[in-house]
């Protein structure tokens, strides 16, 4: 559940970073040479790479809260894989020493 919700935040921002991206991009094509244009320009590239870095963060955050999902799953697997193996083992066991009791 909670990789879910980490999966969305992450595609939010990543929207938000192509949107960012697409407005920097129209900007730039504007001739406009004043001071102002090129500092709002200016920052919005940088809240275009910042949310990129932040949208990565997420990503990563996102797998790793999967694969750590994933390897609780496979350990549930293994474990129950030796407990069935352990109760052949047991009944493996058991018949041994039954037969044995009626040998000696």
């Known amino acids: 559940k909670q990789t879910r919700k980490l ?3 992450a595609e939010k921002a990543r929207l938000e970073t192509e949107e960012s991206i697409e407005t920097y991009d129209d900007e ?3 001739d406009d040479s ?3 244009t090129e500092a709002n320009t200016a920052a919005t590239k ?3 790479r910042v949310r990129g870095v932040q949208t990565r963060g ?3 955050e996102y797998w790793k809260e999967a694969l ?3 390897n609780a799953h496979w350990l549930k697997i293994v474990r129950a ?3 069935a ?3 052949e083992e047991r009944k493996l066991v058991a018949r041994k020493q039954f037969v044995l009791q009626y040998v000696e």
């Open 7 to 9: 999966k969305r935040k």
């Open 28 to 30: 730039d094509d504007d």
């Open 34 to 36: 004043d001071d102002e």
């Open 46 to 48: 940088i809240q275009a």
């Open 58 to 60: 997420l990503m990563s």
């Open 68 to 70: 750590e999902e994933a």
């Open 81 to 83: 894989k030796e407990l």
């Open 85 to 87: 193996w352990l109760i």
